[in-house]
């Protein structure tokens, strides 16, 4: 959910300076969530938090044609912020075949998902408690195929 939420945020600041990015050649900066034109090398490496890089398919499955030249993420120390809800359950809960599944939804190829249901609301927590409070999602696999999570 929240990387849904994150998304759909994501594509709204793009509108504002797509049209700039698409024309070059460069990959897609991402400096504490917002798009920027700042050089990566230019930042100082001992404020860096975290730094992702996302290329080819992975790069455009994620941001669209804004990613086609490749996607970095960066998060600064500065803008880290500590969690107060961290004993709380903040994901939708993941079942493939009657286990829970971390991995996220991007690494289950679909050709391998038998069926799909989703539980959300009051149905959720009725059948899975807190840890359905953010909703679930309930994947069989074709033959019970066994996912690496």
Not at 9 to 25: G, H, R, W, Y
Not at 72 to 89: A, H, L, R
Not at 138 to 149: H, Q, S
């Amino acid at each position: 959910m929240k990387k849904l939420l994150l998304l759909s945020m994501l594509i709204v600041l793009f509108t504002t300076s797509l049209s700039a990015q698409l024309d070059k050649n460069d990959a897609l900066v991402l400096l504490d969530g917002k798009i920027s034109n700042t050089d990566p090398n230019s930042i100082d490496p001992n404020k860096i938090e975290s730094l992702t890089v996302l290329k080819d398919q992975a790069a455009s499955d994620a941001y669209g044609r804004a990613g086609k030249n490749g996607v970095i993420i960066i998060k600064t120390k500065d803008n880290v912020k500590p969690d107060p809800s961290k004993d709380e359950i903040s994901e939708t809960l993941i079942l493939v075949n009657g286990e829970e599944y971390t991995s996220g939804l991007n690494s289950i190829d679909p050709n391998k998902i038998e069926s799909l249901t989703v539980l959300k609301d009051q149905a959720a927590s009725d059948a899975y408690g807190r840890a359905g409070k953010n909703g679930v999602i309930i994947i069989k696999t074709k033959d019970n195929v066994k996912l690496k999570k």
